[in-house]
């Protein structure tokens, strides 16, 4: 691997190859990559971490933002003087709200509540206007942030809109950008390529570079509990989105920036894990970054556990933990959430501490008949559909047979493959009580995963029990 920081972008033609640059744009990109070193063991594979905070606006989303606004300069979408509207979840607006500095346009970005207040003084601070939006509300609600700003940009003479969530532009920038310089410091010497799905651009670009490159290397997508993208890439359905605390990953929408095509496998990690994970980069590692980066390393860690040593794993780590000082890196904050407990009621897997359960499962292929009488037998009303290798695949639940058994679609003979469902109500087995509680309150059952795995079903009526036991 490469010893250096990989080639210099942005250098004016006859300009001294030296750190010295004509503007803070010129400065995005050549981030370091570092090894990992106390969160994997001894037979685990190698983790090297990609620390785009090191970009001049704190986060990857500099690299996309700027090639949006150069194609967009370039054939006369953004005039001088215009203004650029765009719904963000903090760190493109940043790098947006840097550019419009420079370059002399105004901003106005629309966010969920749910970001940390420290990325809506950031742009604030930057001189743009900010618009707080509701988070728990459909994608096309009027009041979404999606929607605010595109009634922003109808209603604002010379507006400009990014459109991040689903334009070309957005993978166009990782293949250009953050694939090759990965690609040219590792000197292409890596089996598994991890970084969060948000919009999807980064995955999708460079990840189209690297199987390019190596069809071999691995493009592991990571996605927060309560998202849609996993179930998507498993079922080929949009399930329902539930409410998740941690920021810039996972959606409520399949996005254009998103293909799944160049993705192996996407992976869920809930809140808690996330936040753990990011708390442990910067007390064991020295890194200071975000939640997202948390998400991807937990994954990345998982990962390394099961392939084991001789592989090599590389993780986008995309945003620094400078946003959420007052968010997960506080301890108060993260008790008042039931992310950490001193005296607390516990966890799932206290719940299912000497609970016999057995786990019935199914699998792609087979008969509608079948399952029913497996639901009759065991007295279920859903089982977890498992690959081969044990993997989740969603979940086949009774009203879905009964809808299609009524309706004449389907008989007994075809296989429920039509009828597979994304998994809803995932908790694991760090989950707290307060958050197995927030799944029963929006579903009937709660799906356990330990790792990757479907390993128990709890009710309501198992919770009760545990807490009476108690």
Known sequence: ???????????????????????????????????LNKLVGPNDATIYVKLEFMNPGGAIKDRMALHIVNKAEKDGRLQPGGTIIENTSGNT???????????????????????????????????????VTPTNVPADDPRSYYETAKRLVRDTPGAFYPNQYHTPDNIEAHYLSTGPEIWSQMDGKFDYFVTGLGTGGTMSGAGKYFKEKNPKVQNVGVDPIGSIYAGFFKTGKVGESHTYKVEGIGEDMVCGAM??????????IDDRQSFLMARRLAREEGIFAGGSSGAAVHAAVEL????????????????????????????????????????????????LKGKQQTLVTCAKGDKIGAIIEMMKKHGISQMPINSADGMSLGMIHEYDLLNGLIAGNYKMADTIDALISPLQGVVTMDSTIPQLRAVFAQDNVAVVREGQKIVAILTKIDLIEFLANR
């Open 259 to 268: 293909d799944f095509k160049v993705v192996d496998q996407i992976r869920q």
């Open 93 to 131: 607006g940043f790098g947006l709200a840097m550019i419009a500095a420079v370059r002399g346009y105004k901003s106005i970005f629309t966010m969920p509540d749910k970001m940390s207040s420290e990325k809506v003084n950031r742009l604030k601070g930057m001189g743009a206007q900010v618009v």
């Open 304 to 351: 390394a556990k099961e392939v084991g040593k001789g592989k090599t794993i590389v993780v986008i780590l995309p945003d620094s933990g400078n946003a959420y000082v007052t968010k997960f890196f506080s301890d108060e904050w993260m008790k008042d959430l039931g992310y950490i407990e001193e005296k607390g009621p516990g966890t799932v897997r206290d719940v």
């Open 1 to 35: 691997m490469r010893s250096d920081r990989g080639p210099r972008f942005g250098i004016a033609p006859g300009m001294p190859q030296h750190n010295v640059h004509e503007s803070v744009l010129d400065a995005i990109g050549n981030t370091p990559i570092v090894k």
